[in-house]
């Protein structure tokens, strides 16, 4: 099982929609959660942290379930300008400390 | 302020040859990261300084190897370069270690392997 896992995608979503998607992470030991987003041919940038209680900016929300070992980024109204592959990080402090990025679900936001 | 900045751009090598690419992290940053991002696949990681020092290493071979400054500025070498090491390298610092820093990253730098 890989340590941290996400749908690719593509999400083909209308304009306006509220899209939802999840990232799994295999070691219990992960200790901090990030989203980056990534737009075609750039550099990651950080999107927002997540935290135990769960965060919210703006449109984006952020959660965290530690007992089933995945986190959540839920996107509403959806923009055309979220079209970007969204990448789930995992830092791990566990006998060494270790940061994960997953493969990223690309979200496509249709006019 | 500065963002983390890296060059060249774009690198063009022939196999065999050697790579070297640069990063400046931002102002007041002592971590720096580099990765690798293949065509199509996802960000792996290479290797991580901290005080000059090197702490931790991803699943690279050894020609992957790199340095870090007294200022803080890093060096990632590639040897004996192949053709599947053609993608993207991407450096990102951050204050100190890892466990719960942000991680920014410069534009990278774009190896082509001829």
């Known amino acids: 099982r890989k340590e941290v896992e996400q749908d690719p995608g593509p999400f083909n979503v209308p304009e306006g929609a509220t899209v939802a998607f999840n990232c799994t992470y295999s070691?219990?030991?992960?200790?901090?959660f990030f989203w980056y987003r990534q737009d075609c041919r750039k550099e990651p940038k950080l999107l927002m942290s997540v935290y135990s209680s769960g965060n919210e900016d703006g449109r984006f929300t952020a959660q965290l379930n530690r007992a089933s070992q995945y986190i959540s980024l839920l996107i509403r109204d959806s923009k055309l300008s979220d079209s970007a592959t969204y990448l789930c990080v995992v830092n791990r402090v566990y006998r060494d400390d270790k940061i994960i990025f997953g493969k990223g679900t690309r979200l496509h936001i249709l006019p | 302020e500065a963002g983390v900045t890296q060059s060249p751009t774009h690198l063009i090598k022939t196999r065999g040859q050697q790579a070297t690419l640069r990063c400046s992290p931002i102002s007041g940053h002592t971590s720096v990261y580099w990765y690798q991002q293949a065509l199509g696949l996802g960000l792996q990681f290479l290797l991580w300084?901290?005080?000059?020092?090197?702490?931790n290493r991803g699943n690279f071979p050894p020609r992957f190897s790199g340095r870090q400054f007294p200022n803080y500025s890093s060096e990632l070498n590639v040897n004996a370069l192949e053709l599947e090491d053609s993608a993207l390298y991407l450096c990102a610092s951050s204050l100190g270690g890892w466990a719960k820093n942000i991680q920014y990253f410069g534009a990278g730098t774009r190896l082509s392997v001829l």
């Open positions: 300084y901290d005080e000059g020092e090197e702490r």
């Open positions: 070691n219990s030991a992960s200790q901090s």
